[in-house]
């Protein structure tokens, strides 16, 4: 069964400094989908990245950056220079596609406090 | 072009009763996903549609739940006899139907939140 696993529970950051979030998970599928979101105090869920299993290119999107190695099965976020609007939950969820359903699995999430 | 819409947004509901909760997506997204969320948790899924067609249900959810998306558009969640282990955030997400090996992402609404007394 497909699982992801955020270790960090709660991460907390000087503003300006760098911060990394993991993402490790399981999957017997060969083709699936990995996705960041965000989901700050308000609690609605904002997409942020959507990466495949046969792209292992790193992503830079602005402050945002992501870490794909499948040898480790980990998919890990930076943030670069952190604000304090980046204080927020962050999941990292995992879409198997070979079984035809595309259900998102979620991982805890991580609570990132950003200290001004 | 409006996001993906709930309503309402909360719910306070003693227990036995029944509550039903409406979900409109993106206009273009023929995808509609149902998760719930309890506090400290990562959503889980629950059940989702192409078009009017449920395509799969979680063995999560009791008989006490249905969804419906009649239309193909907007899509209704009813929970019967409501228990207390029922409250959370109940989120609808729609996104354009992957299919094969590609998926696309999914796009959350702001949820319901239920409280059950």
């Known amino acids: 069964a497909q699982k992801v696993t955020q270790a960090q529970t709660e991460i907390s950051v000087v503003e300006k400094e760098d911060v990394t979030l993991d993402c490790v998970y399981e999957t017997r599928d060969t083709t699936y989908y990995l996705f960041w979101y965000k989901q700050p105090p308000s609690g609605e869920l904002v997409f942020l990245i959507r990466r495949n299993s046969f792209d292992e290119q790193n992503e830079i999107s602005g402050r945002y950056s992501w870490n794909f190695q499948k040898s480790t099965s980990s998919f890990n976020f930076t943030i670069t220079a952190s604000q304090v609007v980046d204080s927020a939950v962050y999941f990292c969820a995992l879409s198997e596609t070979n079984f035809g359903n595309e259900k998102l699995t979620f991982g805890t999430g991580t609570r990132l406090t950003i200290i001004p | 072009d409006t996001g993906v819409s709930q309503d309402p947004r909360h719910k306070i509901t003693k227990r036995g009763q029944n509550v039903t909760f409406r979900c409109d997506p993106i206009s273009e997204h023929n995808r509609l996903y149902w998760y719930r969320q309890t506090l400290g948790q990562g959503p889980e899924f629950l059940t989702y549609f192409q078009n009017e067609a449920q395509l799969e249900k979680s063995r999560l959810l009791s008989d006490r739940f249905s969804a419906e998306r009649p239309k193909g558009s907007f899509s209704t969640l009813e929970i019967q006899r409501t228990e207390q282990g029922d409250s959370a955030m109940y989120l609808c997400?729609?996104?354009?139907?992957?299919?094969?090996?590609?998926?696309?992402?999914?796009?959350f609404g702001p949820g319901t939140r239920l409280t059950v007394t």
């Open positions: 997400a729609s996104s354009l139907a992957g299919g094969g090996v590609v998926a696309y992402e999914q796009y």
